[in-house]
């Protein structure tokens, strides 16, 4: 999906998956998380992580940028895991 360069530490990059958009963020130098880019609000599609956060743009969910986890705004749940893990020098799903 990306290759593991690409996604520096504390940050995030949208990719193509196999079934759809995923957020791959990277929490730490060997750590990586899939989520679904989609805010479960009303499905637009969130920012990339900044600050250790993540925004949706529509309505102003924010989002932990390790784990996805709902901080605030109307969603009521956190984004959706999405399975990845590290493979050599890529990201892949897991």
């Known amino acids: 999906m990306a290759k593991l360069a690409d996604v ?3 940050s ?5 998956g196999p ?8 929490p730490s130098e060997n750590e990586v998380k899939g ?3 989609a805010c479960p609000h009303a499905g637009v599609t969130v920012s990339q992580p900044a600050g250790g956060t ?12 390790a784990t ?3 901080k605030k705004g109307p ?3 956190g ?11 890529s990201v892949v799903t897991a």
């Open 79 to 89: 984004l959706t895991p999405i399975p990845v893990k590290i493979s050599g020098d």
């Open 35 to 37: 989520l679904d880019p």
């Open 75 to 77: 969603a009521t749940t």
């Open 68 to 70: 996805g986890e709902r």
């Open 12 to 16: 995030g990059a949208i990719v193509d």
């Open 54 to 65: 993540i925004t949706c743009p529509g309505h102003g969910s924010v989002f932990d940028a």
């Open 8 to 10: 520096s530490v504390g």
């Open 19 to 26: 079934s759809g958009k995923v957020l791959i963020v990277r």
